[in-house]
């Protein structure tokens, strides 16, 4: 028989103070800045090249990410896999419009050679022929497939409103300009843009620091490359304005994207900004997603975030609801928001999204990838791991007053750059009830 007696649950344990752990650094003669972090959980070792790549050709460069270890002069992609293999590691490439980032891992007896073969590959590939037509012709497809999926299509319309002529308007290539791509492309790209010059290393693992910076420079130190990063103009300044209907006539579901202004993390009011967005929607227990999905069901996944990048924030709210539904839920998404700029959140809702908040950056912090990825980041925008301790100190310290404060200066509904992706034969009558829609 189940009891229906009440069960009480234990309080939360104190937060813990964030300890960092043991690092080491170095900015090399060639421009290369190396950051070795040790975090002896398992004898692996976690690598992060950060490599400026701002303004690069858009198809070029997403073209040479996926070809960037298909081969040197002395050794075939094949062989290039097989010898990572021998130390229990791999390497893969990424883009996104500020930065290359080639991640990878091995393990830590293995160090040494994983960077010797991507110096090899920094020094001396060769983007042969073969390989190149394949992964274009694979991006190019995977590309088109893209092209079909309203949350793809609705990223697409969002940052266009977004950014205007800024260069972070545009970040997928087209899949016709990825064909046109050739070898003498990758390898005329590779020489002018994949530079130390600005460049970052992070090593993350069972390692002594010192050791590994030891290890890094012997194999970096000889990296060279001309090129100067290039810094991008700052993004522009959110505008609002009438809602963006883009048409997807057939559709079943819609897809709402709203913008609204952020402050970087270096901002003293970004703590704020953090937890007031929360509360909004950042976290399955936040209102929003209580409202939306759980009260009235018109959503499975909506969620809200912070994006930061070198040249500007931005925090992003994303929907997918049924046609329907699409007038209601825009409706109920501004309420929210308004809710929250016009009163001070409860104390008790403050001091969930509080303790969300800190355990997510013991979280980021219990993983050697997850370190990783985040001395990788803030190493993007000048910051080392200590910012984690005074962010933590600062989350700490915000009170409900200062998060009334973030939410009235960024998320009231007025400051919203606001797109719907959708059949707007169907939904464009209901939704101009509610606001301006651009004709």
Known sequence: MTSTAEISLPDLEPNRPLTLPLQAEVTLPNGLTIIAIQRPSVPLV?????????????????????????????????DIAAELQTVGGGLAAALDPDRMLISGNALTTGLDRLLEL????????????????????????????????????????????????????VQTPGADEVRAVDPEHLRLLHAQRLHPNGSTLVLVGDIDPEAALAIATDRLGSWSGDGAPIELPPSPPLVAGPLVLADRPGSVQSSIRIALPAVPRTDPSHAALQ??????????????????REDKGYTYGPYSMIEHSVAGSALIVSAEVATEVTGPALVETLYELGRLAALPPGEAELEQARQYALGTLQ???????????????YAGSGLRLNYLAEHAIRLEAATREDVHRAALQYLAPAKALLVVLGDAAKIREEVSAIVAVTP
């Open 363 to 377: 979280l980021g912090m219990s993983t050697q990838a997850g370190l990783a990825g985040l001395a990788s980041t």
């Open 118 to 169: 991507l110096a090899e590959v920094l020094h001396d590939a060769t983007y042969p022929a073969t390989e190149v037509v394949t992964e274009r012709d694979r991006l190019a497809d995977r590309i088109q497939v893209a092209l079909s999926q309203p949350s793809h299509l609705a990223r697409v319309a969002l940052l266009k409103r977004m950014y205007g002529d800024h260069p972070y308007a």
């Open 46 to 78: 976690e690598v992060r090249l950060r490599v400026p790549f701002a303004q690069a050709p858009l198809a070029a460069s997403s073209v040479l990410t996926q070809t960037l270890f298909s081969g040197t002069s002395q050794k075939s992609t094949v």
């Open 275 to 292: 937890l007031a967005n929360l509360i909004f929607g950042g976290y399955f227990s936040s209102r929003w997603v209580e409202n939306i």
